[in-house]
């Protein structure tokens, strides 16, 4: 009923630039927060950044002044701006999304499938 799809990730040098892209589609009345979390291999997945509805944002302190967070509600899209980007940040991307359908009057969490971010000279 709710899907969302990452996008953007890929192959790029230290010090280099990505966009990462997740849309929401489906029967989808309102989406609340919205946020990007990463996992590397042999690690927990932790939260990179998220953004409530209202565009207020939090930053994991690893990537405070390297990452912007941003939302467009027409789209129910999220992007993260990834910038100066350094082998450490190389993980799979994830994104979630608090949504509320048409069908439910609860929001519940929808995660993406990820997409794969690598950071290697």
């Known amino acids: 009923q709710v899907q969302l799809v990452e996008s953007g990730g890929g192959l790029v040098q230290p010090g280099g630039s990505l966009r990462l892209s997740c849309v929401a589609s489906?029967?989808?009345?309102?989406?609340?927060?919205m946020g990007w979390y990463r996992q590397a291999p042999g690690k927990q997945r932790e939260l990179v950044a998220a953004?409530?509805?209202?565009?207020?944002?939090n930053y994991a302190d690893s990537v405070k002044g390297r990452f912007t967070i941003s939302r467009d509600n027409a789209k129910n899209t999220v992007y993260l701006q990834m910038n100066s980007l350094k082998p450490e940040d190389t993980a799979v991307y994830y994104c979630?999304?608090?949504?509320?359908?048409?069908?439910?009057?609860?929001?519940?969490?929808?995660w993406g499938q990820g997409t794969q971010v690598t950071v290697s000279s």
């Open positions: 979630k999304a608090k949504i509320t359908t048409v069908l439910s009057l609860v929001a519940l969490d929808y």
């Open positions: 489906g029967v989808i009345s309102s989406i609340s927060d």
């Open positions: 953004i409530t509805s209202g565009s207020s944002t």
